[in-house]
Each structure stands twice: as structure tokens, then as C-alpha cells.
Nanobody, 127 residues
């Protein structure tokens, strides 16, 4: 079972940027696909982005396209989510789950595809 820990969340003003990190001990050498999900109060968990192994293929939710970038550094067992032009609607707890498969799921919202989850990191976008 992988151990994942997210960090980098915080309070940021609209239009600002944050970089989330996900350290996944045990990620190497299996290099599974890793996603970023988020859940806002009163809303369902939604897929934000996914990166395959070895990081050639990425997928984004429409809400994240052209604003968020997912990347991975396999040597550091770390996956990143660079978030720019943040909006109040981006406020949520962000999670980085790992799959047992190398490819991202056809449906980015398929949370069942991922079997290892971290505790999450809070992102709040507010003025």
C-alpha cells in the first residue's frame, strides 16, 4: 500500500497561484498513474487531473485546462499540481490518489480507479 501525503495548500487571493506536492513513498519502482481530486463542502469529489506513468500522458478536467499543470518527478517520488489563475470555485480539499495501473482512467472522475489516497490539503481562494 502506497503512503501519500499532500502539501502546499493554503489561502490565496483570486488570480493567485499555488503549487501542490504529493509525496508518495513506495511509488518507485512501480510508477502508477497518479491523479488529483478535490472536494468542496457539500459537493461530490471530482477529478481534476491525472498523469500516467512515466508521465507522458496527462488529462485535465475542463475546469482545470489552461490553468493547472500536473507533473511528476519519479526520482523524488513526487507529483505536483501547479495551479494558476485561481478562482473562489477552486476552494476545496485536494487529494492525490495513486492507481495500481500505469494509465489514467478513461473517466477522470473514476475515484474507484485509484486505490491509495492521502489525507488531502486545503486550498482556499478568497479575498
Amino acid at each position: 500500500q502506497l503512503q501519500l501525503v499532500e502539501s502546499g495548500g493554503g489561502l490565496v487571493q483570486p488570480g493567485g497561484s499555488l503549487r501542490l506536492s504529493c509525496v508518495a513513498s513506495g511509488l518507485n519502482p512501480n510508477y502508477p498513474a497518479v491523479g488529483w481530486f478535490r472536494q468542496a463542502p457539500g459537493k461530490e469529489r471530482e477529478g481534476v487531473a491525472c498523469i500516467s506513468s512515466p508521465g507522458v500522458y496527462t488529462d485535465y478536467a475542463d475546469s482545470a485546462k489552461n490553468r493547472f499543470t500536473i507533473s511528476r518527478d519519479n526520482a523524488k517520488d513526487t507529483v505536483y499540481l501547479e495551479m494558476n489563475s485561481l478562482k473562489p470555485d477552486d476552494t476545496a480539499i485536494y487529494y492525490c490518489p495513486a492507481s495500481k495501473w500505469r494509465l489514467c482512467p478513461p473517466n477522470l472522475n473514476s475515484s474507484d480507479y485509484f486505490n491509495s489516497w492521502g489525507p488531502g490539503t486545503q486550498v482556499t481562494v478568497s479575498s
